[in-house]
């Protein structure tokens, strides 16, 4: 048993140093290709993907959205200097990162800028951008460059036991995540090398904390042999990831409770099944096609009479952008009626509004009434 946990570990590391190497030698081939045109006497330039909406497209069967091609060409002239310079440091920062087998956040990545004089940035804002720019050409994800968000992950609760490793001894060890009393397991900024096991039947994700809280007092997982996922808001791109490689490694099917209003069904919920037109070269990974919408629906409101709140200014903007420039709304007929519906009713839910008919209706009537009709939820 030793030997084979030995084999494994090495194994392990061999992957590990392979995706570094390889990291390592994109980050070299685009210093290179620079240096050559200027030692040609041509401007250096380098190429980017447009990361936007208007430069993605939606497939069903791949179940995400993907690229369509145009680029952008950023070449060093007067007005570029800075930021181009940025982009060759930023490289050059993940490149040290990953020979030297270190991680930074973005945070940081920001401050360590403060020594490069002339270059240095503004604010994170510009940091941020030049990171996301660098891993698009790369078309890798920051965390194999070494750099991981300072965001929340997500919170964790129900029957799966995740299998980490020991900071100091580097041994597995397995996390029960329905042993955490009134609390839950986070979600780590990097989940590749996290393994699963379970028996759970399906995952529920979940928009608010509040509701989170609220079905795990109500034992939801013990009654539906779930796991329970709290996204608090938009998912970051670590929640997004663990959920895909927990449904995909394990055969769950995943469904998404949100708010009933344009943020919860396209920042959050489209988010997280699809992806988005800025991240559309990452989209492959940090998204779960397998995804299904349970709730707050249109028809929901009526069913339940919910109380409502009048919809903003900004919510029937994103509504109409979506039904206007959304690929993913675009595909599916059943997402243009029920955000006409929503238009026309000129309203919006909170899912916490079901409390109306009592604190436990969410875990005694409306959960199970919903996982009566999965074939009727919106795609």
């Known amino acids: 048993m030793a030997r084979k946990k030995a084999s494994t570990k090495k ?12 990291i390592v030698k994109q980050i070299t081939g685009e210093a290179e290709t620079v240096r050559q045109r200027i030692n040609r006497r041509d401007k250096p330039e380098m190429k980017l993907p447009v990361r936007s909406l208007s430069n993605v497209r939606y497939k069903p069967s791949v179940g995400h959205f993907q690229l369509m091609g145009k680029s952008k060409v950023r070449t ?16 050059a920062m993940s490149k040290q990162l990953v020979e030297t087998e270190r991680h930074s956040t973005k945070r940081e990545a920001y401050y360590q800028a403060y020594n490069w004089g002339d270059a240095a940035f503004a604010d994170q804002t510009e940091s941020d951008t030049v990171m996301d720019d660098v891993e698009a050409m790369l078309s890798v994800n920051r965390e194999q460059m070494h750099f991981r968000a300072d965001e929340h992950g997500g919170e964790v609760a129900g029957e799966l036991i995740v299998v980490d490793k020991d900071r100091r001894t580097k041994e597995p060890i397995e996390i029960d995540c329905t042993a955490f009393g009134s609390g839950a397991y986070s979600v780590p900024t990097v989940v590749e090398d996290l393994g699963f096991k379970t028996e759970a039947t399906f995952v529920l994700c979940v928009e608010t904390k509040g509701m989170f809280e609220r079905l795990v007092e109500e034992d939801v997982y013990d009654r539906h042999h779930c796991i329970l996922v709290s996204m608090g808001g938009v998912p970051s791109r670590a929640c997004r ?51 299904k919408f349970l709730g707050v629906t249109p028809d929901d409101i009526k069913d339940y009479a919910l109380p409502t709140h009048p919809l903003k200014e900004i919510d029937i903007k994103r509504a109409k952008d979506a039904l206007k420039n959304d690929p993913f709304i675009g595909h599916y007929k059943q997402w243009q009626k029920a955000i006409n519906k929503l238009l026309k009713m000129n309203v919006r839910v909170e899912q916490q509004a079901l409390a109306k008919h009592g604190l436990e209706f969410v875990a005694e009537e409306y959960l199970p009434a919903k996982l009566k009709k999965i074939n009727s939820f919106l795609p």
């Open 76 to 91: 060093l002239t007067v007005n570029t200097v800075k930021t181009f310079a940025q982009t060759l440091k930023m490289l």
């Open 11 to 22: 194994k392990n590391k061999s992957t590990a140093s392979k995706a570094a190497t390889a």
């Open 241 to 291: 990831r663990f959920v895909r490689r927990l449904a995909d490694e394990k055969n769950l099917p995943v469904y998404v409770f949100t708010d009933g209003d344009p943020y919860g069904y396209f920042n959050i919920y489209r988010t997280l099944k699809v992806g988005s037109g800025n991240a559309a070269h990452l989209n492959e990974y940090f998204c779960v096609p397998q995804a």
